[in-house]
């Protein structure tokens, strides 16, 4: 799931604030990873999500695991194509038979966060086993319940191979530089699909969207002067001040399905003597858009122009900007969620498909330094997926 700097602050606290009891856990032998009662039932699936998890991928640096996945893909007697990036990694694109088409595609991204840190068993406090590792929720997660949900279906004939292909990302923690390309080479070679079900921790709950992103950059221009005669200049800091005041106590548009727009103020840049009026003040700012951005937009132009008799001058400059993200979540016997961050659904051109975002695993600790999951969540995915897929094709 990508995120900016920001957001990875806030998970961090989130995760911080997660009781950990590490004085309690102990760690297993893993090489016992297979014989715990908990993998009894489906040992393909975690020793698939293990196999992932030991092959280090971060973003930019994919190949091992486009490498892996790839193999284990085509041992599957799927065909398997590589599609170029930018950033330097491969994307995966699996099917089978001669047609690149199918009903539904299921898709992810195999590139993680740093920094990388290796599978690992532990039991908590209340003798649950946790998988930790790099990339175990986030989204290793969802690509191995996708495969093994895809595996199982065909194995019970409720679906032919050729109804099902897959789409694996790299890139897409550092903004889809996987899938925008990924999808562009797909559009051309006229591949498409009825349904499209993303995978990113949602928490096992079927997504109804995700909120979109406005991030830019103020920039105050004042006057210095000595602090004992304010009145001889213009005093940036307290302009800019009085802006992110505004910024922080103002009703931001908001949605039903997404909740609340929230505002944060990131890198504030007001470096000054504290006897010196401040000629120059700047602050980032990343508002998490739960309506469309040109709503949020015209609230923050109107905030700034309210502050501009204030300053000499002041400047905004856009990042980032990109409107929520809206998803099909009509499938039943689901609970929903929505996200307050960024995937790579919007990256795929929405060409009339049904579009689902689904996953096992937490979004709080994606990205923590104690990234886990328990292999329940990871079960369910595989019992969810299977459902998605068959509501997608109409045989439930
Ligand atoms: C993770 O641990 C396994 C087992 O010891 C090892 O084979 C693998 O190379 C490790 N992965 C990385 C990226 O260090
Ligand atoms: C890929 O695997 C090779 C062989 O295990 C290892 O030497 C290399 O460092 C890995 N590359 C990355 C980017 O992890
Ligand atoms: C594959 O799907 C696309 C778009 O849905 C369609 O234009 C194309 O003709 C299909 N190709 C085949 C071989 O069915
Ligand atoms: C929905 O959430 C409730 C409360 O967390 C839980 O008890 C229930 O099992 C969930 N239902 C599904 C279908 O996941």
């Not at 089978?96 to 993680?112: C, M, P, Q, R, Y």
């Not at 213009?234 to 009085?242: F, R, S, T, Y």
């Not at 009339?352 to 330094?369: C, D």
Request: contains cysteine; charged residues 20%; negative net charge.
């Amino acid at each position: 799931m990508f995120t900016s700097a920001f957001a990875l602050a806030l998970f961090a606290a989130v995760s911080i604030a997660t009781p950990i009891n590490q004085q309690s856990a102990f760690s297993l032998d893993e090489s016992d990873a297979l014989s715990v009662p908990e993998f009894a039932s489906r040992p393909e699936l975690f020793q698939l999500h293990k196999d992932l998890i030991q092959v280090s991928s971060l973003s930019r640096h994919e190949e091992n695991a486009t490498a892996f996945l790839s193999k284990y893909l085509s041992n599957q007697g799927l065909n398997v194509e590589l599609l170029d990036s930018p950033a330097g990694g491969k994307n995966v694109y699996a099917y089978f038979g001669e047609d690149k088409n199918a009903s539904v595609l299921l898709t992810s991204h195999i590139d993680t966060v740093p920094p990388y840190f290796n599978y690992s068993l532990e039991r908590d406090a209340e003798n649950r086993l946790r998988i930790h590792g790099r990339g175990s929720t986030d989204a290793k997660a969802s690509v191995a319940s996708q495969i093994i949900a895809a595996k199982e279906l065909v194995a019970e004939k409720k679906v032919s191979s050729e109804d099902i292909s897959f789409l694996y990302v790299v890139g897409e923690e550092i903004g889809g530089l996987g899938m925008v390309p990924a999808d562009k080479q797909l559009i051309k070679e006229h591949v498409g699909w009825d349904t499209v079900i993303f995978g990113e921790p949602t928490g096992n709950r079927l997504a109804v969207g995700h909120k979109g992103i406005y991030y830019f950059q103020i920039r105050v221009y004042g006057r210095s002067c000595h602090s004992g005669y304010p009145e001889l200049g213009v005093d940036a800091n307290k302009a800019l001040i009085g802006i992110m005041n505004d910024l922080l106590t103002t009703q931001f548009p908001e949605s039903k399905l997404l909740g609340k727009t929230t505002v944060n103020i990131g890198e504030i840049d007001a470096s000054n003597a504290a006897n010196v009026l401040s000629p120059y003040a700047a602050c980032t700012v990343l508002i998490r858009a739960a309506s469309t951005t040109d709503k949020i937009a015209a609230v923050v132009d109107q905030i700034i122009s309210k502050h501009e008799k204030d300053a000499i001058r002041i400047e905004t400059e856009t990042t980032q900007r990109a409107d929520p993200t809206y998803v099909d979540y009509d499938a039943p016997g689901f609970n929903h969620t929505s996200l307050s961050c960024s995937t790579d659904v919007p990256n795929m051109l929405n060409r009339g498909f049904k579009r689902y975002l689904y996953g096992p695993g937490l979004i709080t600790i994606a990205h923590s330094a104690n990234e886990y999951i328990l292999p329940d969540m990871l079960e369910q995915g595989v019992d969810d997926y299977k459902r998605l897929v068959l509501h997608a094709l109409g045989r439930n």
